[in-house]
């Protein structure tokens, strides 16, 4: 059995944190690494207010590349 803990407790964390332990230098160096091995990205720009949309595009598998959330747009 699995046991009953408060429903706040799992949606509660409402916080964007940094979890990466890199410095600048290293994605400076990174990117020049990407760029040498011809790394190309792709990404699909929403507007903030369309995230449900976003993510029923990448649920559904309609979604080429990287969802990218811009405020304001």
């Known amino acids: ?5 408060p429903y706040s407790l799992l949606w509660e964390e409402r ?3 940094s979890v990466a332990n890199l410095t ?6 990174l990117l ?3 760029s040498r ?3 190309r990205t ?4 929403f507007p903030l207010e369309a ?3 976003a993510l029923d595009r990448l649920r559904s598998g309609r979604l080429v590349g990287a969802a990218v959330l811009v ?3």
């Open 1 to 5: 059995d699995i046991p009953s803990f």
């Open 15 to 17: 916080q964007l944190r």
């Open 24 to 29: 600048r230098q290293d994605g400076e160096e």
């Open 32 to 34: 020049e690494v990407a």
């Open 37 to 39: 091995a011809k790394v």
């Open 42 to 45: 792709e990404i699909t720009p």
């Open 51 to 53: 995230a449900n949309e």
């Open 71 to 73: 405020p304001g747009m």
